[in-house]
T-cell receptor
């Protein structure tokens, strides 16, 4: 069974810092990997999707990388803002249908 | 589109009672997923449907849980009888397969508390 781990569980940074969130998975035979954002009391919002054949995806200040051979992905957030404060979840699809989620990294960006 | 709509948003019930959670997926989406989120276990997939047909229910914890999708615009997740350990946030998500990938749109969730 695919196990997805996210480190750290929580992170606090001052506004303006660049930061990296980490995700690791045990089964490298993945279909794709997605990063989501979850605000308190809300559902999940998809941020980036990386297909298994891709190495990275970018959207604005966000950049996600994928290294299948080592079972790792990183989410890089440039010039962090207080509005980036949320929980970020990594999810892996092995069959292309259902996602296996990590427990998330809770990010706090302080003004 | 109003997105994925879940009801109720909050439910407080007593142990032993029946609970029904409802979901209206995005029109045109052919996949529907039910997830449960707890602090201890994170997000767990319970069941998913494709074109209203249950495909994988291996995540359904016990026979007390059942899910139906009678048509493309409605799904229910029922717990009978409910127990305190069922307390969690239950999410419904729908998707349309694009370029071989499912990009899920999540509802706001139904927070269930069983006393």
């Amino acid at each position: 069974k695919q196990e997805v781990t996210q480190i750290p569980a929580a992170l606090s940074v001052p506004e303006g810092e660049n930061l990296v969130l980490n995700c690791s998975f045990t089964d490298s035979a993945i279909y794709n990997l997605q990063w989501f954002r979850q605000d308190p009391g809300k559902g999940l919002t998809s941020l980036l999707l990386i297909q298994s054949s891709q190495r990275e995806q970018t959207s604005g200040r966000l950049n996600a990388s994928l290294d299948k051979s080592s079972g790792r992905s990183t989410l890089y957030i440039a010039a962090s803002q207080p509005g980036d404060s949320a929980t970020y979840l990594c999810a892996v699809a092995n069959s292309g249908y259902a996602l296996n989620f990590g427990k998330g990294t809770s990010l706090l960006v302080t003004p | 589109d109003a997105g994925v709509i879940q009801s109720p948003r909050h439910e407080v019930t007593e142990m032993g009672q029946e609970v029904t959670l409802r979901c209206k997926p995005i029109s045109g989406h052919d996949y529907l997923f039910w997830y449960r989120q707890t602090m201890m276990r994170g997000l767990e997939l319970l069941i998913y449907f494709n074109n209203n047909v249950p495909i994988d229910d291996s995540g359904m914890p016990e026979d007390r849980f059942s899910a139906k999708m009678p048509n493309a615009s409605f799904s229910t997740l029922k717990i009978q009888p409910s127990e305190p350990r069922d307390s969690a946030v239950y999410f419904c998500a729908s998707s349309l397969r694009v370029s071989g990938a499912n990009v899920l749109t999540f509802g706001a969730g139904s927070r269930l508390t069983v006393l």
